[in-house]
């Protein structure tokens, strides 16, 4: 698929997903003869996987290491211990995106309050 249609389906736009091939963590499958990016079902896959990583504050670099590790055979040495530190990573910070969202969620309850 081109990347405008990559684009529809992630609902990611053409520049963060340029921005991705540029820095190694989506390469294009090919390339048209007139230099079109083309991608296929399995960078739409690796593209979902990096779209669920961003809110959680990885880095470019955390991302193309959780990618490697997601390439990995399961049984590969220190494969295991690494993707469970990076669990627990993104278990903290998606609790602390939960408080976060509370808080938020009291402050609105709060303002309906005031403009009723």
């Known amino acids: 698929m081109h990347i405008g249609e990559l684009a529809d389906r ?3 736009s053409l520049r963060t997903i340029r921005h991705y091939d540029d820095v190694g963590l989506l390469p ?5 003869d007139g230099g079109f990016r083309v991608y296929s079902e399995d960078d ?3 593209l979902m996987v990096i779209k669920q ?3 959680l504050g990885f880095s470019l ?3 193309a290491e959780i990618l490697g590790l997601l390439a ?3 049984g590969a040495p220190e494969r295991g211990g690494r993707l ?4 627990e990573q993104a278990a903290l910070q998606r ?3 939960a408080r976060n969202l509370a808080q938020a969620d009291d402050f609105i309850a709060m303002l309906r309050g005031q403009t009723a």
Do not use: H, N
């Not at 294009?28 to 048209?32: F, P, Y």
């Not at 469970?84 to 669990?87: G, K, Q, R, S, Y």
């Open 53 to 55: 990583m961003k809110p």
């Open 10 to 12: 992630t609902g990611l």
């Open 44 to 46: 739409f896959d690796r």
């Open 95 to 97: 609790a602390k995106m």
């Open 61 to 63: 670099e955390e991302m």
């Open 84 to 87: 469970a530190e990076i669990l």
């Open 72 to 74: 990995e055979e399961p």
């Open 28 to 32: 294009a499958s090919a390339r048209t």
